[in-house]
């Protein structure tokens, strides 16, 4: 029921800020894809997510359907992203460029996919609208914002990024409170919200949401050698999430990178994580933000030179 509820309020707010109201819902052709679990708008095109089969575009005020991708079937053991892509932290705990400012919280910007995806905005608008610009980077070129989780660490740069763009998808976990939903509508973003994995543009995915008290999603790009996954803080726990991902996705973890949330495990536990984690197949591995210094260390010192190191400023082109 949760997810008719999401998905309801979802469709009413996207009506809402298109400024379209009906007084009853007819039923259309479709799609006859499985369950929905996401809905969205964007001009006169409407996209429904669905469980397992893929994504259906409307172009009609949904009285037909067309498919526009199979879901996760399109992932093989050897195919992915057939030219680089960069990726750019913007907002973390520690820098790497002189001139950008450091703080609590974790930000990243995606390019050379078929779409510019920002995920997640830091803690402070002001450090987040700074750093972008200093970066050198085009809002106006973003078409996605994603958001980990409902941490202010990670969405209160939003006020900043909304100064330099709006008016584009937001991807939450359906989990999002009702206040986070109306509060990202309020500053003229378009919430999107999902619970499976799903595609957000070729070669890159929402993990869907993870259980736990603090529920959370993360990025998967698709690569020939594997899956590199990208998080926020990993609250439902960096081992459990990589997981799961290697069992949605049917692939091995190539690389991992993003906060871990680990501060408070002892040198064992974080032995048998990093253990864990290479046992699903992690080659590279990036530890930041949440993760802790000492905890940090171990990752370094146990990839050695597949250790990627982030900080804002920094850049990771994967190929």
Not at 272 to 277: D, K, L, R, T, V
Request: net charge negative.
């Amino acid at each position: 029921m949760r997810k008719v509820r999401s998905i309801l309020v979802l469709f009413l707010l996207s009506l809402m800020h298109a400024g379209v109201a009906h007084a009853q819902w007819v039923q259309t052709n479709g799609p006859y894809g499985g369950m929905i679990v996401s809905f969205a708008a964007s001009g006169t095109n409407l996209f429904a997510g669905t469980y397992g089969g893929g994504v259906f575009l409307s172009t009609n005020n949904g009285t037909n359907w067309t498919a526009v991708n199979t879901g996760l079937t399109a992932i093989t053991s050897t195919n992915g992203i057939e030219t680089p892509v960069t990726i750019r932290i913007i907002y973390d705990n520690y820098t790497k460029t002189d001139g950008l400012a450091s703080d609590w919280g974790f930000s990243l910007i995606i390019s050379g996919l078929k779409s510019v995806i920002l995920f997640d905005t830091g803690g402070k608008p002001d450090i987040f609208e700074s750093n972008f610009r200093k970066m050198n980077l085009d809002a106006s070129s973003v078409d996605f914002l994603v958001l980990s989780h409902e941490h202010e660490d990670h969405t209160g740069g939003i006020p900043g990024f909304v100064r330099m763009k709006k008016n584009i998808p937001v991807i939450i976990p359906e989990s999002f409170s009702a206040g986070s939903k109306n509060e990202l509508v309020r500053s003229e973003l378009e919430p999107v919200l999902v619970s499976n994995p799903a595609l957000i543009c070729e070669n890159l995915y929402s993990s869907g949401e993870f259980a736990g008290p603090i529920p959370e999603q993360a990025l998967v790009l698709n690569t020939s050698k594997g899956l590199v996954v990208m998080t926020g803080c990993s609250h439902p726990g960096i081992v459990e999430m990589l997981k799961e991902i290697k069992s949605a996705f049917h692939k091995n973890i190539y690389m991992v990178f993003g906060g871990f949330h680990l501060l408070d495990k002892s040198d064992q536990e974080m032995e048998n994580i990093i253990a864990e984690m290479k046992a699903l197949g992690a080659v590279k591995c990036g530890a930041s933000h949440c993760t802790g210094e000492k905890q940090i260390k171990m990752f370094k010192d146990s990839f050695g030179a597949d250790f990627v190191e982030l900080g804002v400023g920094n850049s990771i082109v994967i190929k």
